[in-house]
Structure formats: C-alpha cells, structure tokens
C-alpha cells in the first residue's frame, strides 16, 4: 500500500498545500463547522467530522502550530480537525500558563498524550524548547504520538503505559482516541497496558525530586488515583493541571484536591481573565457552563509556581486596562 504524503495547513497564514479539491472542500467544511459549532461548545461536531472522514482518503494532515511545530493526525479526525478553524484555540488555559512559563526550567510531562499535541508545543522555540516526556498507554494512539515526535526531530521522549496510584496493569478501553480509560467504564475493545504511578518516575530516575515541573493529567477518570500516586512529586515544584468533566455537577476532581490534598485549587475564570485560586468550589457551578466538555483545573503545593501564576494574572490585568 502506497502511503501518501500528508497535507500542510499552515494556521497562521491559511495556506493549504497538497490537497485535491475534495480534499480542499473539505477543509473548508471542517474549517466551518467547527466555527459554527463554537457557539453551543463544538456540540456535535465530531460526529459530523468523523462521517465526513468516510469520503476522504486515508492520509494525515500536518498542522503547522507555529514555526517550529507541527502536528500531524489523520485527515478529517473530528477531534483534532477543528485546528483547521484559525480562531479555534484548544484549552487555552493550558496555553495561557505555557506560554508565560516559556523562561522558567520546567519539564512537561504529558500524562494521557493522546498524539502529542502539547508535547509539541511545549518543545518548540517560541514555548521555550523545555523537555517533555509524553506518556501514553493506547497501541492505536502511540504510533501517532510517536510520529509528531518524529516530525519534530525526536525532541520530546515517550512512554508507553498508563498513570495510576501504583506500579501494575489494568485493562485500557474505549471507542474514542480522545477518551481511553482505564476506569473500567469505557466501552468498547480493550487491551492491558501497563501502569506506573507518577513518583515512579523518581524512582526510575526519568525526573529528580527536585525539578519543576507542569503536569498534565488527561487521564480519563483516574485523576484522583494518579494525584494519590505522585506524593512527592507534587510536594515539588509542580503543578498538575486535570480536568473537571462538565457532567460532574459534584466537581469530584477539585472537591478532591481541595479537600484531601495540601494543594492549592486554581481554575481559569473566564469573566476575570484570571487563574483564581478556589475555595468554595460554588464558582465551578458558574464556569461549568457545558456538560459535553471538560474544564481544566490547576493544583499546586509550590509557592514558586504560585507566584509565576499571580504574576500571570497581574500581567492580565495590565493588559485589560
């Protein structure tokens, strides 16, 4: 079988290359879609796209995120595909802090990398070329992820398990890429993945004790276990950065971190432009607008990281007057 070429989107010009008109008509249709579907939170779109992936060849398109990253994943995936919208901007919570941690020595480790795509931002020159370890356990995801590593000149380093309270395996399902879970609760085929626990990771010498680091935790419904295994990991100078899942009016997560853990909750709050640190968590009642998507919470032991996040917010409220 011949494997063609991948299409190139380049965002912050439009420019398109490689593509045939059906292919351009349906950049144009996934462009637009997920435009439209912005106004009810993107409601339905990955299930147009993903029909509409049925009529295009099997190729990969190369997404072109800034001048040293670039992020590839099949053509017409209706989660990913909404990068073809220049004015989408995917969790932009998470690219607030990136993008003003970009001079700090920080390490990223990207729990749940699905294909990479913060690996390879995070890795690339105008985010401050830090080093990444992105963490995955899915067989169908990790070529992907390991092809964005490819493209990107092996720049960032990969691990194929999952996150979880202790060392051990479990049983990995779904029926999306974006969901797999070792929760036990996904549906679908399944397959055993191994799993280690975040201070594993001190205990392999991949991270020392005394780093800092952002991590991500896209974890699927584990985030509790996988907070309850890194101890001493976030009694450094970290910052886990989980999801609330808008169907969770108990905010199981946050109640978790707030009320069993020595972390400060923070969360991005729209209607200040600010990471505003919680404590009652009544103010996720107002964010949680949507209950298809998820909300990305912060959690942080280390007065270091807490400064930089109170410098962020003054640097917001300069640029707000």
């Not at 351009?24 to 993107?42: E, P």
């Not at 990955?46 to 001048?67: D, M, Q, V, Y």
């Not at 009642?285 to 280390?302: C, L, P, Q």
Request: negative net charge; contains cysteine; glycine residues 8%.
């Amino acid at each position: 079988m011949i494997v063609q070429s991948p299409i190139h989107f380049d965002r912050a010009s439009g420019s398109l290359e490689g593509a045939n008109l059906w292919e351009r008509t349906a950049a144009l249709a996934l462009a637009t879609g997920s435009k439209i579907s912005s106004h009810f939170s993107h409601r339905g779109y990955i299930g147009c796209a993903n029909l509409l992936r049925k009529t295009l060849p099997e190729r990969n398109i190369a997404i072109k995120l800034n001048a040293d990253a670039i992020f590839e994943f099949p053509y017409g995936d209706g989660y990913w595909s909404k990068l073809l919208d220049r004015s989408y901007s995917y969790e932009d919570e998470l690219e607030l802090l990136f993008r003003h941690s970009a001079d700090i020595d920080y390490t990223l480790l990207d729990c749940g990398a699905n294909y990479g795509y913060w690996s390879v931002l995070v890795t690339s020159r105008p985010f401050g070329s830090h080093r990444a370890i992105a963490i995955e356990p899915s067989s169908q995801n990790f070529p992907k992820l390991a092809n964005n590593a490819r493209v990107n000149g092996n720049r960032f380093e990969l691990m194929k398990c999952a996150i979880g309270a202790a060392r051990g395996t479990a049983r990995l399902s779904g029926t999306k890429h974006e969901a797999f879970s070792i929760a036990g609760n996904a549906g679908g085929g399944s397959e055993e993945v191994p799993v280690i626990a975040l201070d594993n990771l001190i205990d392999d010498g991949k991270v020392s004790a005394d780093g800092k680091y952002l991590i991500k935790l896209d974890v699927e419904g584990v985030e509790i276990e996988a907070i309850k295994g890194g101890t001493r990991l976030l009694q450094a100078d970290s910052v886990i950065m989980c999801e609330e899942h808008g169907n969770d009016p108990d905010h199981t997560v946050s109640r978790y971190i707030l009320d069993q853990t020595p972390l400060n909750l923070i969360v991005y709050d729209p209607r200040s432009n600010r990471l505003e640190t919680v404590t009652e968590l009544s103010i996720l009642d107002r964010i949680k607008v949507s209950s298809h998507v998820g909300y990305n919470v912060f959690g942080t032991a280390s007065a270091f990281w807490q400064n930089r996040i109170n410098a962020l917010n003054a640097n917001a409220a300069r640029r707000m007057q």
